[in-house]
């Protein structure tokens, strides 16, 4: 291999190696992206189901007191 030959390799291995450096900071940042936005999704499921929990809490008082008036109307 001529010396020449053999700079022309380096050059290319390099600018190959910077490619691929960059294509991995790209992914890693996007991957931190996607992270965060499922930390957010889980966080605002988190919080609706806490919302449910509280909506049947009160949906079953109402039922208590509804089959309470019922038995009354039924005396």
């Known amino acids: 291999m001529s010396p020449e030959m053999g700079v022309q390799i380096g050059i290319q291995a390099f600018i190959t ?3 691929i450096g ?11 992206r ?3 936005q499922v930390a957010h999704i889980i966080s605002t499921l ?3 189901q806490q919302e449910v929990r ?9 039922e208590n007191k ?8 039924q005396r």
């Open 34 to 36: 996607l992270e965060t």
């Open 66 to 73: 509804v089959s309470a008036l019922e038995a009354i109307i």
């Open 17 to 19: 190696t910077v490619s």
């Open 54 to 62: 509280r909506i049947e809490q009160r949906l079953g008082k109402l």
């Open 46 to 48: 988190d919080g609706q």
């Open 22 to 32: 960059a294509a991995w900071v790209a992914l890693q940042v996007r991957l931190t």
